[in-house]
């Protein structure tokens, strides 16, 4: 009996070897494989309000221009030489004397916040070369958003704008300076005229255009006009009709042009300013969140319901693998860590609720596409 129990633990003790050296060679292939593909994060992220706590003056120039001098939402005073606006916008609420007490601490912290997820977004030690943001105040922000240890080693350079949102939140993006070069930025009004023919402004549609380790792409972020006003869809829609001239352009120089969209939409992938574009671009452009949003799977929690309003949609020729030589996609994910959300329902960890304070990240989850490409060997 004690020759076998001798023999069944020999036995037991070979086969998790067997099993050990299994795990070590099944890991081995996999980072060899890994280490013949050169990738590519590139994500968006809506990130809630992001302001600095200090108290802005706005006015026409400054870093926080937030409304044009011709906006029926400002009441505008003059000092010395030169007009300062007093725009109904929420950057005043983000102050220690605003109705959001926000302060340097909740500032820090939301820094950390913000940081510590898109270092996290993350396949094979392979850290995001570009995301798009939304709902950032001023160029402030984003660089101390860069300067936080967990991403200052990324060596990441801005993009900004301020827009005339009446929110004073713009769109941006951050990028690895060694991997991403960007040649040319423009930025695109959405003009809208509501009641009274008086300006509704929103923000810009922001479009770079750069070389990504070498391949030429065009880059467009988006924050279109959300659902909280009546006939809000009008808006949206307009703002699909901006995107398309811009595609417009880009196709007119050149047919064969890669091209990233991505942003907060306000709109699901089947809402017709989202279908309108594809429809228009038929086998030109795809969108890939269709394939993955669902109603227990979104970016953005609506009335105990998902929605997908963050989207990523890019051109055929970086969907399908023509050249494995050239980027192309490998997947596409929402980017959904337990400590994103909050609850049974699993609704985002905000940082505010209403106007109390929670210290979460954000209402909305990221979205993040990777790209690869086989690495020539000389």
Not at 41 to 67: C, K, R, T
Not at 185 to 203: L, M, P, Q
Request: charge should be positive; glycine fraction near 4%.
């Amino acid at each position: 009996m004690k020759f076998y129990n001798k023999l069944y633990n020999k036995f037991y003790i070979l086969i998790i070897i067997i099993i050990i050296i299994f795990l070590l060679s099944f890991v081995f292939w996999v980072k060899k494989k890994q280490n013949n593909y050169k990738i590519a994060i590139i994500a968006f992220y809506n990130v809630e309000n992001f302001f600095d706590p200090i108290q802005s003056i706005d006015y026409n120039g400054s870093i926080h221009l937030s409304i044009p001098l011709n906006s029926k939402l400002t009441n505008i005073t003059y000092k010395k030489n030169f007009k300062i606006l007093k725009p109904i916008i929420f950057n005043n609420d983000f102050t220690i004397n605003g109705i959001k007490k926000w302060n340097v601490k909740k500032y820090k912290i939301k820094l950390r916040n913000i940081s510590k997820v898109i270092s996290q977004i993350n396949y094979y030690n392979n850290p995001p070369v570009i995301v798009g943001l939304a709902e950032i105040e001023n160029k402030i922000v984003l660089l101390d958003l860069i300067n936080q240890p967990c991403l200052r080693k990324y060596n990441y350079g801005i993009i900004h704008h301020n827009s005339y949102d009446p929110r004073g939140i713009d769109c941006g993006i951050i990028y690895n300076k060694q991997r991403f070069i960007p040649y040319n930025i423009k930025y695109y009004d959405i003009i809208i005229y509501g009641k009274n023919n008086n300006r509704i402004y929103t923000r810009d549609i922001l479009l770079v255009e750069g070389k990504l380790d070498g391949e030429y792409i065009y880059i467009i972020v988006n924050h279109w006009p959300s659902k909280i006003s009546h006939k809000s869809y009008i808006k949206r829609n307009k703002a699909s009709k901006v995107l398309i001239s811009i595609i417009n352009e880009i196709q007119n120089k050149n047919k064969n042009s890669k091209i990233i969209i991505m942003g907060d939409f306000n709109d699901n992938p089947n809402n017709n300013s989202i279908k309108s574009i594809l429809y228009k671009y038929n086998n030109i452009i795809y969108n890939p969140m269709i394939n993955i949003c669902s109603k227990k799977k979104g970016t953005y929690m609506f009335k105990n319901k998902w929605n997908c309003l963050d989207q990523i949609m890019l051109s055929y020729n970086l969907y399908y693998n023509i050249d494995p030589f050239q980027y192309h996609m490998d997947k596409v994910e929402i980017f959904k860590k337990p400590y994103l959300t909050i609850g049974n329902k699993e609704f985002p960890f905000r940082t505010f609720k209403g106007n109390k304070y929670i210290g979460g990240y954000s209402d909305h989850l990221p979205v993040y596409i990777i790209l690869k490409k086989l690495i020539k060997k000389n």
